[in-house]
């Protein structure tokens, strides 16, 4: 249980940053905001983990989704025609708008249904080494299929990419 | 592991040979005081926080003087050398210069994003210097996952350019940027795993435990370790856009990169920070690669703070060095070494490190005989790779490329002086002859008004 009054501030300023941000990727129009304000709720996400003093899980998330997703969407919106412009109006505004709360009503569902149980070992010492044995001895298929399935995603991609015309020069 | 008897160093508050009393020293009077448990905590963060931004301001003014006279003597010009003795005082002067400059900011430029870059290109150079153990007892914050922190704060830097780029509204800032990233995300790949190697290695992510573990061996990892200290050496030069590799900003190419529109001490930020990154990297160079804070028996002696710098200088002086010395790449050659060369020597170092543990582990066999064969060993794979890749791998040498060229496909309008002089001019004996010396001179044959083809014998 968290009680230190320090952690409890800490929670509480990060969690208000990440949902304002949060919020705000939603609603400035600009695209490019919107990703810079999804950068700063991935990094509120990380200061949970560290809250929670998972601090490999608050690390990997700053590397992958702060360091390499945010740098992917770039990309996409560089690469959408319209994507530099102010978003127009959308006839999907009330679909999602319906969407989202039904997404919203089953989590608050789940919190308050799930059997919260405080555990009765105490933190870990070294979250990367545990994760490490975790990862190798009882996970280790889910693991790989993970690996496997990432080398088939790669492989795809290099496929979709590939250009005809320069392969043709290159084997001339 | 119990700290050797120190010989010099006293427990002394004032003693700044270990500057660890000092924080003890505040720490215990806290406590005597009765203090909220709490301010211990606050006044250690934040004297660890003063010590570092304080090394941060010394270094932003004293690397551009080494920088500006190091290069300048490799390149036999002088360098700065008119305010103060051997020109000491032209970093001062630059900043002074840079503060009172006008802070101009396009009007299409979008405000707060223009404003944000700098800053958030500064933060993760200081932030890393935070994690990093300056002394036996000196980090700031010492975490477990030392190693990942820094790779996660570099990676931050790509997003902190593209903000740049894209809030100065200006399609050559765009341009700049985009190289920027393109180069930092290939890059990214063999630096992070050259460091794997060296975290299979020493069994730990955590920065203080692989000094420690340098110690206990008593070797540096760079002997055993030599492919991925030159994989990490230039991609991390790379990343920090130095001139090998200053593509974004290739000053004699193109207009000047991602900051082209930002004047004053925004730009002066954007300046100190590519120094600070460097410093930051020298830094973790010394750490994970020299032993940081250890050599030897010299750390009785000296603190460790001080060795701690000198290795990061010893670095630094290499990425002067390079700068200095190498001309620069092109885009596609520098994207093509990263992803067809850096990458898989990683790779293959990686598999050679993870063999070599397990050996070690399985084996248990004593360090004073592992590591000399693995160090002769892992030289000669080293070297053995280099040279294999370069054969067998790379392009054949020619001093004469004669395969096809980017500029024989693009319809470029010929210059105005290259164009056959019209009839009716009747341009003077000496005015045609200009364009078939030029063409000449750049080694081409001159057909339709464009250059086809390289120089030829």
Do not use: C
Not at chain 1, 144 to 150: C, D, G, P, Q
């Amino acid at each position: 249980m968290i009680t230190d009054t320090g952690i409890v501030i800490a929670f509480y300023v990060i969690g208000a940053s990440t949902v304002v941000s949060a919020l705000m990727v939603a609603a400035v129009r600009n695209l490019i905001h919107a990703v810079l304000f999804l950068v700063i709720t991935f990094t509120g996400v990380a200061g949970i983990y560290i809250v929670l003093s998972a601090d490999f899980v608050a690390m990997a998330q700053v590397l992958i989704y702060a360091g390499a997703i945010s740098v992917l969407l770039v990309f996409a919106v560089m690469l959408t025609p319209t994507g530099d412009r102010r978003n127009a109006e959308t006839s999907f505004q009330a679909p999602a708008l319906v969407l989202a709360g039904l997404l919203l009503a089953v989590v608050v569902f789940v919190i308050y249904d799930t059997d919260w149980r405080i555990a009765s070992r105490g933190q870990f010492t070294t979250t990367a080494s545990s994760l490490g044995r975790a990862f190798f001895s009882p996970y280790v298929v889910p693991f790989e299929v993970a690996s496997v399935l990432l080398v088939a995603a790669m492989v795809g991609a290099i496929i979709l990419t590939q250009d005809e015309d320069e392969e043709a020069g290159h084997a001339a | 592991m119990t700290p050797r008897p120190l010989t010099l160093i006293t427990d002394n508050w004032y003693d700044i040979r270990d500057l660890s009393n000092l924080s003890g020293k505040i720490e215990e009077l806290i406590r005597d005081a009765n203090g909220p448990h709490w301010a211990v905590w606050v006044v250690s963060a934040l004297l660890g926080a003063i010590g570092i931004v304080a090394f941060i301001g010394g270094v932003a003014i004293i690397n551009i003087w080494i920088e500006r006279r190091v290069v300048g003597r490799m390149q036999s010009r002088l360098g700065p050398n008119r305010l103060g003795p051997f020109g000491l005082l032209q970093p001062l002067a630059d900043a002074i210069k840079l503060m009172q400059k006008e802070v101009l900011q396009p009007k299409a430029a979008d405000g707060l994003v223009f404003s944000i870059a700098p800053i958030a290109f500064t933060v993760p150079g200081i932030v890393i210097m935070a994690v990093l153990p300056w002394g036996r007892n000196m980090s700031l914050a010492r975490l477990d996952v030392g190693i990942l922190f820094i790779l996660a704060m570099s990676s931050l830097g790509a997003l902190a350019v593209f903000t740049g780029g894209y809030g100065s509204n200006n399609k050559y800032a765009l341009f700049g940027a985009m190289r920027v990233i393109a180069m930092l995300v290939t890059y990214e790949i063999p630096s992070v795993l050259a460091l794997l190697g060296l975290v299979l290695f020493s069994g730990t992510m955590d920065l203080a435990d692989m000094v420690l573990f340098q110690e206990k061996f008593w070797i540096p990892l760079v002997l055993v370790q030599p492919l991925p200290f030159l994989i990490y050496f230039i991609s991390s030069s790379a990343e920090l856009n130095r001139t090998p590799a200053d593509l974004a900003e290739a000053e004699s190419e193109i207009a000047g990169g991602y900051h082209v529109e930002y004047s004053g001490m925004k730009f002066g930020l954007f300046y100190a920070a590519e120094l600070i990154n460097a410093v930051a990297i020298s830094a973790i160079i010394a750490t994970v690669f020299l032993g940081g804070w250890w050599f030897y028996k010299l750390d009785e002696l000296v603190p460790g703070w001080m060795i701690f710098i000198g290795k990061i200088y010893a670095v630094y002086f290499l990425f002067v060095w390079t700068r200095g010395t190498l001309p620069r790449f092109r885009i596609d050659q520098l994207l093509a070494f990263a992803w067809k060369w850096m990458t898989p020597m990683a790779f293959a170092n990686i598999i050679v490190v993870a063999a070599e543990v397990l050996i070690w582990d399985e084996t248990g066999a004593s360090a004073g005989l592992v590591l000399p064969l693995y160090i002769a060993f892992n030289m000669l794979f080293a070297g053995v790779l280099i040279v294999a890749w370069v054969r067998f791998m790379g392009p054949r040498f020619s001093r004469f490329p004669d395969r096809l060229r980017y500029f024989d496909r693009i319809d470029v309008p010929s210059l105005p002086a290259m164009r056959a002089p019209a009839p009716a001019a009747a341009a003077p004996k000496s005015g045609s002859g200009a364009p078939a010396r030029s063409a000449s001179e750049g080694g081409g044959d001159l057909r339709g008004g464009r250059l086809v083809g390289g120089p030829r014998p």
